[in-house]
Structures are given as C-alpha cells and as structure tokens.
Nanobody, 116 residues
Framework: QVQLVESGGGLVQPGGSLRLSCVASGSTRDITVMGWYRQVPGNERELVATITRGGATNYPDYVKGRFTISRDNAKATVYLQMLSLKPEDTAVYFC??????????WGQGALVTVSS
C-alpha cells in the first residue's frame, strides 16, 4: 500500500504562485506514474499534470505553460509549481500515484484558493 500526503495549499492573489508537495510512504518502489488532479465542489475531478518515473510530463491546455510538475524518486515526492494563478484555479488539489499495474492511491487533498 501507498499513502500520500499533500502540503502547500493556501490563499494566494491572482497572478501569484504556489507550490504543492506530495510525499509518498509505504510501498513507494511500486509507484509508477504520479500526478495532480483538482476538483471544485459539484464538478468532476480533472487532470492537472502527470509525470512518469522517467520524468515525462503531461499537461492539459488550461494549465500548460503555467504549472510545472516534477518528482524526486529518491524522496518519493512529487511537486506542482503553479505560476500566474487565476481565480478559476481555485480547487482542492489531489495527489495521485499509480501503484503496480492495477492499483492507485490518492492523497487527502490540499485547498488552493486564488482570490484578491
């Protein structure tokens, strides 16, 4: 099993930046792809970014160029650097990890609020 704990959420003004961290524990050697998703109450959870063990990244258009995902395999940690934040980026951000071929793990979520 893998456990994920996010940190770094908070309140930021539009145009500001924030960095989220997610530390994995447990069977971390079984982790494959890691990623970030976000969810606004009443909406479906949506993809923010993913990164493979080798460092290949993927972003949807609505964050491309503003958000950067990175990971430190030795520390079993994945990061999300968010720049030029907009009010519509306000959401609960969840860390996700693929575990082995069939399982996945989710963190508890970190609230990001972009508001003046």
């Amino acid at each position: 099993q893998v456990q994920l704990v996010e940190s770094g959420g908070g309140l930021v003004q539009p145009g500001g930046s924030l960095r989220l961290s997610c530390v994995a524990s447990g069977s971390t050697r079984d982790i494959t792809v890691m990623g970030w998703y976000r969810q606004v109450p009443g909406n479906e959870r949506e993809l923010v970014a993913t990164i493979t063990r080798g460092g290949a990244t993927n972003y949807p258009d609505y964050v491309k160029g503003r958000f950067t995902i990175s990971r430190d395999n030795a520390k079993a940690t994945v990061y999300l650097q968010m720049l030029s934040l907009k009010p519509e980026d306000t959401a609960v951000y969840f860390c996700n990890a693929g575990v082995g071929p069939y399982a996945e793990a989710w963190g508890q979520g970190a609230l990001v609020t972009v508001s003046s």
